[in-house]
């Protein structure tokens, strides 16, 4: 049913739950991948920049820090995955990687780590559960 799974992660706990559960949906699939995507916004990646310097594999690699605790829950559960790092608008860039790789569900949590761009702009999975064309599964 769902051989292509698409987790939106942030390095919250509920990200975390998230992965919890791409996880269950991974082994019911004998043959299912999950991809890790970390979104990188763009007034975060400013912000990056100005107090880490511009050594972008550096800053590139701290962000890959934060989905750590997901890759050793997959390794663990012996799930297949991959990372991907995207750049842009949370909601918009998951949603259009969605679309373009046609995965067949996108997992994400509930609540990310950006409360205030939450109330500002709308939540990121809001925005993913209008423009995806597939099943969106959010996770409290």
């Known amino acids: ?13 509920s990200a975390m739950r998230a992965a919890q559960k791409a996880a ?9 991948t999950i991809t890790i995507a970390y979104v990188v916004d763009l007034a975060a990646s400013k912000h990056d920049v100005l ?3 511009r050594n972008m ?8 820090e934060r989905v750590k605790p997901i890759e050793g829950l997959f390794d663990r559960k012996e799930v297949s995955y991959d990372f991907k790092l995207l750049k842009g608008d949370p909601g918009t860039e998951l949603t ?5 790789e046609e995965y067949d569900i996108v997992v994400m949590g509930s609540r990310g780590l950006n409360a205030l761009q939450e109330v500002v702009l709308g939540s990121v999975s809001h925005k993913v559960t209008l423009g995806a ?8």
């Open 24 to 32: 269950h949906l991974a082994k019911i699939e004998a043959c299912a």
């Open 1 to 13: 049913m769902y051989q292509r799974i698409l987790l939106a992660t942030d390095g919250s706990e």
């Open 57 to 64: 594999s550096l800053l590139e690699q701290k962000r890959h």
């Open 96 to 100: 259009r990687f969605a679309n373009e």
């Open 133 to 140: 064309s597939c099943p969106v599964m959010i996770v409290k």
């Open 51 to 53: 107090t880490e310097g």
